[in-house]
T-cell receptor, first 113, second 120 residues
Framework: GESVGLHLPTLSVQEGDNSIINCAYSNSASDYFIWYKQESGKGPQFIIDIRSNMDKRQGQRVTVLLNKTVKHLSLQIAATQPGDSAVYFCTFNSGGSNYKLTFGKGTLLTVNP | DTGVSQDPRHKITKRGQNVTFRCDPISEHNRLYWYRQTLGQGPEFLTYFQNEAQLEKSRLLSDRFSAERPKGSFSTLEIQRTEQGDSAMYLC??????????????????FGPGTRLTVT
């Protein structure tokens, strides 16, 4: 039958391993970035954010790294758990006082027990 | 539960019918956003309100789509003469003018659970 593949980048890890999810953005004016987690059938959930005047920010088990030179963002999840399985989106603003967020394509993280 | 609610959660309608969705944001949030999400894609921005003023609309929002936030609290999104291509998850989000747990405060958007629209 027809595949209903999501055509998302996917990452599969073992429980307890660290996960790294990457994201590229194109707008050099973007100065605010958020990582969201979306579980099946639910709305996106805020994980962590970072401003462009920072290159690293840590939360509980999560770290976001920002490299403005190459317009690259990453999310590191330590000691990944089955509950971390979800689609992860990086988002960014357009710069200035525009509060609209643009979502990236998303990465499907699967944690194997 | 983020505190943003949407109603209905699911809607099945026939092509050509009109549908209306409701979003109730977090009460102290003055900004409200509508997004559309299709399978395998990230949410796409549709429109944004600050209080009752609609400040920005995406070109994705055709003439068949209209959104309102009459008293600066809840918002409605109406789709007229629905088409099969309108089938998607419609997400609402809200944000505050400042504060919050994020480093920037006002950019953090809290999303509702979405309304899943199926046009047959």
């Amino acid at each position: 039958g027809e595949s209903v593949g999501l055509h998302l980048p996917t990452l599969s890890v073992q429980e307890g391993d660290n996960s790294i999810i990457n994201c590229a953005y194109s707008n050099s004016a973007s100065d605010y970035f958020i990582w969201y987690k979306q579980e099946s059938g639910k709305g996106p959930q805020f994980i962590i954010d970072i401003r462009s005047n920072m290159d690293k920010r840590q939360g509980q088990r999560v770290t976001v790294l920002l490299n403005k030179t190459v317009k690259h963002l990453s999310l590191q999840i330590a000691a990944t758990q089955p509950g971390d399985s979800a689609v992860y989106f990086c988002t960014f603003n357009s710069g200035g006082s525009n509060y609209k967020l643009t979502f990236g394509k998303g990465t499907l993280l699967t944690v194997n027990p | 539960d983020t505190g943003v609610s949407q109603d209905p959660r699911h809607k099945i309608t026939k092509r050509g019918q009109n549908v209306t969705f409701r979003c109730d944001p977090i009460s102290e949030h003055n900004r409200l956003y509508w997004y559309r999400q299709t399978l395998g894609q990230g949410p796409e921005f549709l429109t944004y309100f600050q209080n009752e003023a609609q400040l920005e609309k995406s070109r994705l929002l055709s003439d068949r789509f209209s959104a309102e936030r009459p008293k600066g609290s809840f918002s409605t999104l109406e789709i007229q003469r629905t088409e099969q291509g309108d089938s998607a998850m419609y997400l609402c989000a809200s944000s505050s003018p400042g504060g919050g747990s994020s480093s920037a405060g006002s950019y953090e958007q809290y999303f509702g659970p979405g309304t899943r629209l199926t046009v047959t």
